[in-house]
């Protein structure tokens, strides 16, 4: 990477570890309903993704104050259905090979810190990371860079030494106003073209970026 001392690398989880398109969504559908709202499509689930917590989601969604409690019902449901969340072909060999070379890793997701807890263990992903910082842990969503910042933080890094690896415009902002490179994730389900500084098509180019 050009004129870039590249000391960390930091993850989205949703769409660019693990494929939870379907699992997430429907965790968040299947508690909706369980509280009387809505059916919802997943589609409709996903417009919701840039407003925060679930626990803020879900309030916008059954048009409620948005308390804790809210955010409980859906880490139980998540909890129900995570062991299905499958990791991203390449993933795993890539973290390996960071891990290998020393290189800190951290995750910075929009969910919550419970809901990377219950996905990262049940895909057999956390013992890789040394920091995961949740969307509920941070006082502005993605696109603000405030979880990049942190993740930085907790690694020990200044972020501009940071590499930040997601799929969505969101993970593109996040990344530029933290200072930090961007690299998008082709294969994500959010990834968009329009928006990617660096596309990379699958997970072992990671590497040549560093």
């Not at 941070?138 to 690896?165: F, I, M, N, S």
Request: proline share 6%; aromatic share 6%; hydrophobic share 50%.
């Amino acid at each position: 990477m050009s004129g870039r001392d590249v000391r960390a690398v930091l993850w989205d989880m949703d769409g660019t570890l693990v494929d939870s398109s379907a699992i997430v969504p429907d965790a968040f559908i299947a508690t909706v309903l369980a509280l009387g709202g809505p059916r919802m499509t997943r589609d409709e689930v996903v417009a919701f993704y840039d407003a925060g917590a679930p626990h803020v989601m879900l309030g916008m969604m059954l048009e409620r104050e948005p308390v804790a409690e809210l955010g409980q019902r859906y880490h139980d449901t998540l909890a129900e259905v995570g062991s299905g969340v499958r990791v991203h072909d390449g993933v795993v060999e890539v973290l390996a090979e960071l891990h290998g070379r020393g290189m800190p890793m951290g995750v910075f997701t929009g969910n919550s810190a419970r809901a990377a807890s219950i996905l990262l263990e049940a895909a057999g992903l956390r013992g890789w990371f040394d920091a995961v910082v949740g969307g509920d842990q941070v006082a502005r969503p993605k696109p603000a860079p405030d979880g990049v910042l942190r993740a930085a933080e907790e690694l020990g890094v200044d972020p501009a030494q940071c590499v930040y690896v997601g799929d969505s415009p969101l993970d593109v902002g996040a990344a530029r106003d933290a200072g930090a490179v961007p690299l998008a994730a082709g294969w994500g389900h959010l990834f968009d073209a329009a928006r990617a500084v660096t596309v990379l098509a699958t997970p072992a180019e990671v590497l040549d970026h560093l």
